[in-house]
T-cell receptor, first 113, second 115 residues
Framework: GDSVTQMEGPVTLSEEAFLTINCTYT??????LFWYVQYPGEGLQLLLK?????DKGSNKGFEATYRKETTSFHLEKGSVQVSDSAVYFC????????????FGSGTRLQVQP | NAGVTQTPKFQVLKTGQSMTLQCAQD?????MSWYRQDPGMGLRLIHY???????DQGEVPNGYNVSRSTTEDFPLRLLSAAPSQTSVYFC??????????????FGQGTRLTVV
């Protein structure tokens, strides 16, 4: 079946540090890939997405590139801020008919001033 | 824009009690789903619906019922609550554009504790 594996957290960084959160996947078809963010006390929000190999999704300074050869979709940001502290979820969806998302376990990011 | 609205935000139940978690969306999305979020396990799909009158089971459906009488509403029912159902529940909706599925839009969640 489909699955998503994320690095375990929490990840603790100082402000302005470089961020990488690893995400790898297994899928039976050709998935679309997503990163969602959950701020404290809130629901999940889409951060970025990529729908085919070599696509790069980007938003709010975050980037992730869909790497089919390594089945990865790592999240990166060059300079994190305290306001980036949240839980980040990698997710996939296979095909156009199936609409349910398969999520990773989430990675908590804590950014210290 | 209300988006996806869930009620209540918090609930405490006693074992064996029943309740309904409400979910409503005002975006005319045909697809709606319920997930539960547990520590270290991400979100797992409970039930989903591809349109009014059509529902199906997800990964962890046991102990839950759903119905979809309108496009807007997708309530989740716990018939006899158990401590294992203590979790945070999220409702989500999505639609298609040019044959492609859009991203899911999530509600703010319901934190349920069963004692």
């Amino acid at each position: 079946g489909d699955s998503v594996t994320q690095m375990e957290g929490p990840v603790t960084l100082s402000e302005e540090a470089f961020l990488t959160i690893n995400c790898t996947y297994t899928a039976t078809g050709y998935p679309s890939l997503f990163w969602y963010v959950q701020y404290p006390g809130e629901g999940l929000q889409l951060l970025l997405k990529a729908t085919k190999a070599d696509d790069k999704g980007s938003n709010k300074g975050f980037e992730a590139t869909y790497r089919k050869e390594t089945t990865s979709f790592h999240l990166e940001k060059g300079s994190v801020q305290v306001s980036d502290s949240a839980v980040y979820f990698c997710a996939l969806r296979v095909g156009t008919g199936r609409r349910a998302l398969t999520f990773g376990s989430g990675t908590r990011l804590q950014v210290q001033p | 824009n209300a988006g996806v609205t869930q009620t209540p935000k918090f609930q405490v139940l006693k074992t064996g009690q029943s309740m309904t978690l409400q979910c409503a969306q005002d975006m005319n999305h045909e697809y709606m789903s319920w997930y539960r979020q547990d520590p270290g396990m991400g979100l797992r799909l409970i039930h989903y619906s591809v349109g009014a009158g059509i529902t199906d089971q997800g990964e962890v459906p046991n102990g839950y019922n759903v119905s979809r009488s309108t496009t807007e509403d997708f309530p989740l029912r716990l018939l006899s609550a158990a401590p294992s159902q203590t979790s945070v529940y999220f409702c989500a909706s999505s639609y298609r554009v040019a044959g492609m599925n859009t991203e899911a839009f999530f509600g703010q969640g319901t934190r349920l504790t069963v004692v």
